[in-house]
């Protein structure tokens, strides 16, 4: 299935041909390239940030090359092995709590990174995960590097490949010192399957000398309640490859206890609707799935918006946006011919309670469809999760919406799967 280009995969096309860009990374090994080249064509804020692999546009995927910046103008472009792919998060979550003096931080309404951050440290989240004392907020916003070298892996060549780096643009989420370190934050509110390490590394270079202490360098997640931590280090601090987990853990500051009662009582009283006109679900993480509520409950967002700012390409924004639709969570309208987003009433919602109700809410929408229901009461009868096969079955005495061919009800399938193993794993008592 070939995916229209974007206003991105174009503009770039243009400055391969113009420039000769492939022939002369054969050649040289890279290409360095001015925000004055690339604004003849498009604005660089809009073509030289891709903060993750999926959002690279096409000539950059396929022929394996990732963009990095050097100064405050200029980037170079190379097979760099520039992306870090996050690990498996625990899925022990540690209950934290708000001193009860502090009015002005809402937990269940966090709108931004910056928010996050200031409930995580308000709730001793900074303090526990970075073992320090006496944290206080430090530096934080845009700010430029020092002037720094590195070797970074050449994925084609298999070797280092020398970066020099002189007064480029970097930006620090939050940085906390405490007596024995300083740690550097990056802060998402978007699940992703990876990130870009140049937004730990800069930073981590140009502080690393600033500073008579350790520096950490920490990445923070927060979607629907939870806070995941990823400490990494630079096992070489040269090398902008060396990138390795120390440790993840994630907190909560909301009650996450939910029981198999709980989620039996939902089941066995949620009484089914009929299946609607909307393409059956083919989404296997329902995490993103919420994930993908919480950002269109900031502001709707078009099709292109919704595909640039999340880690999603244009197909996975329509598989994804249609999950949501299915569950009623948002609507589809179209301006200028062009799908857009925004949550109906019964998403907002959703959003405005609290974790462990938010959770049931989202399992009796799902748990309204029959076909998911019956796949869940088999595992609760089994104590089991049924094979793909056993799934295709039940799928096929539903009567789904334009779900015909076997190849379509497997595909299909691993999304119930995965619903109804999201579902299961809330279970935490």
């Known amino acids: 299935m070939n ?3 974007s206003l991105n995969d174009k503009a770039w096309e243009s400055l391969f041909e113009k420039y000769d860009i492939l022939n002369r990374i054969d050649m040289d090994g890279c290409f360095q390239i001015s925000a004055a080249q690339i604004k003849e064509f498009r604005e660089p804020r809009l ?3 891709f903060d993750h692999t999926i959002n690279l546009p096409k000539i950059f995927a396929e022929n394996k090359l990732s963009i990095l910046p050097v100064t405050r103008g200029d980037y170079v472009i190379s097979h760099f092995d520039a992306y870090h792919k996050f690990e498996t998060a625990d899925t022990a979550i540690t209950k934290v ?3 009860s003096h502090i009015q002005s931080l809402d937990y269940n309404n966090i709108t931004s990174e910056a928010f996050a951050l200031n409930c995580a440290a308000a709730a001793g989240i900074i303090e526990d995960f970075t073992d320090d004392e006496q944290i206080i907020p430090t530096v934080s916003g845009r700010m430029s590097s020092d002037y720094f070298h590195f ?3 050449d994925t084609l060549s298999k070797k280092h490949r020398e970066v020099v780096v002189y007064h480029s643009q970097i930006e620090i989420d939050a940085a906390y010192e ?5 740690s550097l934050f990056e802060a998402k509110r978007d699940l992703s399957e990876d990130f870009l390490i140049r937004q730990l590394y800069y930073p981590y270079r140009t502080w690393r000398n600033s500073v008579e202490k350790d520096v950490k360098t920490i990445f923070l997640v927060y979607s629907n309640g939870i806070y995941r931590l990823y400490q990494y280090k630079f096992e070489n601090p040269m090398d902008y490859s060396s990138l390795v987990l120390v440790k993840q853990r994630n907190y909560t500051i909301e009650d996450t206890a939910i029981t198999s009662e709980d989620i039996q009582k939902i089941l066995q009283s949620t009484a089914f609707i009929p299946e609607p006109s909307i393409p059956f679900p083919q989404a296997d993480s329902f995490e993103r799935v919420i994930n993908l ?13 919704v595909t640039e700012k999340y880690d999603f390409n244009v197909r996975q924004t329509n598989y994804y946006t249609d999950a949501a639709r299915y569950l009623g969570l948002v609507e589809k309208s179209k301006e200028n011919g062009i799908p857009c987003y925004h949550l109906t009433e019964n998403g907002e919602k959703s959003l405005r309670k609290g974790y462990k109700q938010r959770q049931l809410d989202f399992c009796r929408r799902i748990l ?3 076909v998911f229901a019956d796949v869940l009461k088999r595992y609760f009868e089994s104590g089991v999760m049924p094979s793909n096969g056993e799934i295709t079955r039940i799928m096929k005495q539903s009567d789904l919406y334009k779900v015909k061919s076997d190849d379509t ?5 691993s999304t119930i799967r995965g619903w109804i193993e999201w579902i299961v794993g809330l279970i935490n008592e």
């Open 178 to 182: 405490g007596i024995r370190y300083l």
């Open 293 to 305: 509520c919480e950002l269109l409950n900031e502001s709707s967002m078009n099709r292109d918006e």
């Open 47 to 49: 073509m030289a940030k």
């Open 368 to 370: 309204r469809h029959k």
């Open 97 to 99: 709590s708000i001193p």
């Open 151 to 153: 070797n970074i892996m």
């Open 409 to 413: 009800f497997k595909r299909r399938a």
């Open 3 to 5: 995916e229209p280009k």
